[in-house]
């Protein structure tokens, strides 16, 4: 969650650029009490009947959907990974830049 803040931080001043966390599995009030104590400051949406779960077939967590911007799915990421590496922020401003 550290990776996601600060890639979240660093394009937050970009109207382009969208981050949706969902949390399904896990307590609510719990989260938010976490993301509060730890500073995190990206938005958490709750999803108690697993709906967007059941509807992009999660299989564990975190998984990770990056979506051009016409809404088309392009890469799914299975488990953790480093959301503000060099490589990922420079892949993530391609795709923002894209005509």
């Given at each position: ?6 890639l979240?931080r660093?394009?937050s001043?970009n109207?382009k650029?969208?981050l949706?966390?969902?949390?399904y ?9 976490y993301?509060?104590?730890n500073?995190y400051?990206?938005q958490?949406?709750l ?17 990770t ?8 799915l392009i890469?799914?990421?299975i ?7 060099p490589?990922?922020?420079e ?9």
């Amino acid at each position: 969650m550290p990776s996601i803040e600060r890639l979240y931080r660093y394009f937050s001043g970009n109207p382009k650029f969208k981050l949706i966390t969902i949390l399904y599995k896990d307590d609510g009030d719990r989260a938010f009490r976490y993301m509060n104590e730890n500073g995190y400051t990206f938005q958490l949406y709750l999803d108690p009947k697993r709906s967007a779960a059941q509807q992009f077939r999660i299989t564990g967590v975190p998984e990770t959907f990056i979506f051009d911007k016409k809404g088309i799915l392009i890469n799914k990421v299975i488990g953790p990974l480093e959301w503000d590496s060099p490589h990922i922020i420079e892949t993530l401003n391609n795709l923002i830049n894209e005509h």
